[in-house]
């Protein structure tokens, strides 16, 4: 069997693979916006009770996560496969950043009671009901694709290391680096969606 | 040169057709899962038909009922008609036809083939787990769907990843027919079925990514009680029904496009004459995946959705009927003065026209507001469907089967057993069909275990007309498998006179299709 490349190829399909991604988190932005349009006020207020200073922070950790994935794929396409893996590695010890402020956040959230179905949540406004709904669901989805996105970049990690990808054939890693500039987006939405917005 | 069922790459036996990266073999693959479980489908359909032969309880339980006729959907839906022609056909001849050797990812193809396989593996399992059957129709309606102790989570986590496996056959198909053309192969050398594939990749590719959503939503809804759909916790319900069918009427468009696509291969190879008005089937297809994907609303008309929204929906849905018309028109207009063989493919074309037609203009009656409140819910929608999708979509592929089975099996068909099959299919379906039209405009409603003894003679011809579908079924199946181990060798590479990529090359074809990739001259439908 002849080994088919077809670099072009890889980009268009990836491309279009987060067309679907987008329209996947389409779904959840209109709920947002039908439910934020129903319930002004008590999304405004329940998005003051959320940690600013933490989100701003995850903002900054993600952006600067794009930033050193971008130099990753320019370094590798230069030719200098070293300074690839290092910022290959930055790029990932800030997802990893990046997942356990959240972590965190969600952590002192369901200590206060406001979770999915918790009783202490369900005796509030319904609004508010719906817009934690909405919090879980929207950063959750988003979560996982940060850890999606880790194992990706783990795997582009072992190829660098294995000399499987280099300045001749990069095409994989900036397919990665598409993917992670969209959970990046992702979340530039989100941010001043849930925390900003009030 | 030895054909692509010889050659067995690096495994043999089973596992050189579950692990093969061939689109040929991945065709064949699909073909076998999607008629085994259209045939469960079948079967289901026939269940139900039984019980309602007459009114009160017949053969089954009103529970038995309602996990019979979601099952049937769901089967029929997710794991037949929306897969089947660009999974089956799709996958065997687009690439043939733009002249390439294998689509762009063929290891993608093989892993959406994995996954079609796990999601109905999963929906099989859904049956036997949790609270049993589901038994809220195939549309899983909230909040039904969040209140019934039968096992949803399971199969709208099963419908999800079907969902996964069609967004990666879409991808695979834009990138092929964008990226893999021969050269020569313009855009407006492309076959029509390309087309129609192209245009319905694309609708996979953005309405699938809303349903999954929305399942997912669902699914979190019963796993974790999250509340967005759910009405106690403050959630809306009609949300829910518009993101179900953003994905869901588009669906219908992935089911009828690929269908229409084969009528538009078929009628010129057999009226041997040039496709008329080419360009106009090719962008009608392009229209009808646009307008279609934003018509959903008219699932919705007394769902409580505005009434400025049900006017703009009922608008688009009139103008979505255009592009479907200029295509029936340009169909029969290239038969005008050709040299017409009414082999079988070409018989099951016309009855796709014929079905097709009255299942569209049964579809603006709904399209129409008023009458619509009428309509809606009753026995007029279950035949108005059926028409579209078992008389359009289910008849082209009885023709694509005719069609390319000396292609793909290197077999003949006999002469006159297909004749016979279609005409009990053709009875039988419009005995079927024809009085669910007139039940519902009657008034009985859909998904009902029981009825009035009003409907008792209209259901009764219904079900005797089950019994010859399923007659003819059997004959046509039964036949073609006959035929693929005994039928004439096909020796010939064209039988039909073709003049698309697939009939220049060996049947059936060799491993990597073309021994050496060949320079497109002319266009798909010039025959002299």
Same mark, same amino acid.
């Given at each position: ?5 077809n670099?072009?190829?890889s980009?268009?399909g ?7 991604e987008?329209l996947?988190?389409g779904g959840l932005?209109?709920?947002y916006s ?16 959320l940690n600013?200073?933490l989100?701003v922070?995850n903002t900054l ?7 050193t ?6 370094f ?8 690839s893996l290092l ?12 997942l356990?402020?959240k972590?965190l ?7 206060l009671?406001i979770?999915?179905?918790?009783p202490?949540?369900?005796e ?9 709904g ?16 880790l194992?990706?970049l ?6 660098i290391?294995?000399?499987?990808i280099?300045?001749?054939?990069s ?11 969209l959970?990046?987006?992702?979340? %530039?939405?989100? $941010?001043p969606l ?5 | ?11 043999r036996?089973?596992?050189g ?28 359909g026939f269940l139900m038909?039984l019980e309602l032969?007459?009114p009160?309880p017949?053969i ?5 009922y309602?996990?019979?006729?979601t ?5 029929m ?5 929306i897969p089947?022609?660009?999974?089956i056909?799709?996958?065997f001849f687009?690439?043939?036809q733009?002249g390439?050797?294998?689509v *762009?990812?063929p ?8 996954i079609?396989m796990a ?9 036997f ?8 129709g ?9 209140r019934t102790p039968?096992?949803?989570?399971l199969?709208?986590?099963?419908? $999800? ?5 069609s967004?990666?056959?879409g991808i695979?198909f834009v990138t092929?027919?964008?990226?893999l053309?021969?050269p020569?192969?313009?855009w407006?050398r492309?076959?029509?079925?390309v ?5 319905t990749a ?11 959503i929305?399942l ?5 809804e ?11 916790k403050g959630?809306d319900?009609?949300?829910y029904q ?6 869901s ?9 690929p269908a ?7 009628i010129?190879?057999?009226?041997q004459?040039?496709?008329f008005?080419y ?8 229209a009808?995946a ?6 959903w ?10 009434d ?12 979505v009927?255009?592009p479907? +018309?200029?295509?029936?028109f340009n169909w029969?207009s290239?038969l005008?003065?050709g ?8 018989l099951?074309?016309l009855t796709?026209?014929?079905?097709f037609?009255? +299942?569209?203009l049964t579809g603006?009656f ?5 009458t619509?409140?009428h ?5 007029w929608?279950?035949g108005?469907?059926h028409?579209? %999708?078992?008389?359009?979509?289910g008849? *082209?592929i009885f023709?694509?089967l ?10 003949r068909v006999g002469k ?10 053709f009875?039988?379906f ?9 039940l519902g405009w009657?008034g009985?409603?859909?998904r009902y275990y029981?009825?009035?003894p ?11 007309g089950?019994w010859i579908?399923?007659?003819?079924l ?13 039928g004439?060798k ?6 039909w006179?073709?003049?698309?990529l697939?009939?220049?090359i ?5 491993r990597?299709?073309?021994?050496e990739i ?11």
């Amino acid at each position: 069997m002849e080994n088919h490349r077809n670099d072009g190829g890889s980009k268009l399909g990836m491309w279009l693979f987060l067309l679907s991604e987008i329209l996947l988190f389409g779904g959840l932005f209109i709920l947002y916006s039908v439910y934020r349009f129903q319930n002004p006020q008590i999304f405004h207020l329940a998005a003051e009770a959320l940690n600013r200073p933490l989100g701003v922070l995850n903002t900054l950790v993600l952006l600067t996560s794009s930033l050193t994935m971008a130099l990753s794929i320019f370094f590798l396409k230069k030719g200098s496969p070293g300074r690839s893996l290092l910022f290959l590695a930055s790029t990932l010890f800030l997802g990893i950043l990046f997942l356990f402020n959240k972590y965190l956040e969600w952590t002192w959230k369901v200590q206060l009671g406001i979770y999915p179905d918790a009783p202490r949540l369900l005796e509030r406004e319904r609004g508010e009901v719906l817009f934690y709904g909405l919090y879980y669901s929207m950063t959750g989805l988003h979560g996982l694709h940060v850890l999606v996105g880790l194992g990706i970049l783990s795997v582009m990690l072992f190829f660098i290391l294995k000399n499987k990808i280099n300045h001749n054939h990069s095409v994989p890693l900036e397919n990665t680096g598409l993917y992670w500039h969209l959970v990046d987006i992702v979340w %530039i939405f989100l $941010f001043p969606l849930f925390y900003l917005i009030t | 040169m030895s054909s692509f069922y010889e050659d067995e790459g690096r495994f043999r036996g089973i596992l050189g057709w579950i692990f093969s990266t061939d689109h040929k073999r991945i065709g064949l693959l699909y073909l076998l899962a999607i008629f085994a479980f259209s045939a469960v489908g079948v079967l289901l359909g026939f269940l139900m038909r039984l019980e309602l032969m007459a009114p009160g309880p017949t053969i089954m339980r009103p529970q038995t009922y309602n996990a019979i006729f979601t099952l049937h959907g769901v089967i029929m839906i997710f794991l037949f008609v929306i897969p089947g022609i660009p999974a089956i056909f799709g996958n065997f001849f687009l690439p043939i036809q733009v002249g390439a050797r294998d689509v *762009a990812f063929p290891r993608i193809n093989l892993l959406s083939w994995w996954i079609y396989m796990a999601g109905a593996g999963l929906a099989v399992l859904s049956l036997f787990t949790g609270g049993g059957p589901v038994d809220t129709g195939w549309t899983f309606y909230v909040p039904y769907s969040l209140r019934t102790p039968v096992n949803v989570p399971l199969a709208v986590f099963a419908v $999800f990843i079907l969902g996964f496996s069609s967004i990666l056959t879409g991808i695979n198909f834009v990138t092929t027919t964008h990226q893999l053309r021969a050269p020569g192969m313009t855009w407006f050398r492309l076959p029509l079925f390309v087309w129609a594939i192209y245009a319905t990749a694309w609708v996979q590719i953005l309405a699938t990514p809303v349903v999954g959503i929305t399942l997912l939503l669902t699914l979190m809804e019963r796993l974790a009680g999250v509340g967005i759909f759910d009405p106690l916790k403050g959630g809306d319900p009609i949300l829910y029904q518009h993101l179900f069918w953003i994905y869901s009427h588009p669906a219908v468009y992935i089911m009828i496009l690929p269908a229409m696509g084969i009528i538009s291969e078929i009628i010129p190879v057999f009226a041997q004459r040039t496709i008329f008005g080419y360009k106009a089937i090719a962008f009608s297809s392009l229209a009808i995946a646009v307008v279609g994907s934003f018509v959903w609303g008219h699932h919705m008309f007394v769902s409580g959705q505005s009434d400025l929204a049900s006017i703009i929906f009922s608008l688009l849905t009139f103008l979505v009927a255009v592009p479907s +018309g200029v295509k029936v028109f340009n169909w029969v207009s290239t038969l005008y003065k050709g040299s017409i063989e009414v082999s079988p493919p070409l018989l099951f074309a016309l009855t796709f026209i014929f079905l097709f037609s009255i +299942g569209g203009l049964t579809g603006l009656f709904q399209g129409a507001l008023a009458t619509n409140v009428h309509l809606h819910d009753t026995y007029w929608v279950v035949g108005h469907f059926h028409y579209v %999708i078992f008389g359009g979509t289910g008849f *082209a592929i009885f023709g694509a089967l005719h069609y390319w089975f000396p292609k793909m099996f290197g077999r003949r068909v006999g002469k006159k057993i297909p004749y016979l099959a279609w005409a009990l299919l053709f009875v039988g379906f419009n005995t079927l069909y024809f009085p669910m039209l007139i039940l519902g405009w009657e008034g009985m409603p859909r998904r009902y275990y029981d009825y009035l003894p009003q409907f008792h003679s209209l259901h009764l011809v219904s079900t005797v007309g089950s019994w010859i579908l399923i007659a003819g079924l059997i004959l046509m199946f039964g036949h073609l498998i006959y035929s693929l181990f005994r039928g004439e060798k096909e020796r010939l590479e064209n039988p039909w006179g073709g003049a698309t990529l697939e009939w220049q090359i060996p049947s059936p074809p060799p491993r990597e299709n073309f021994a050496e990739i060949p320079r497109v001259e002319r266009g798909p439908y010039e025959f002299r």
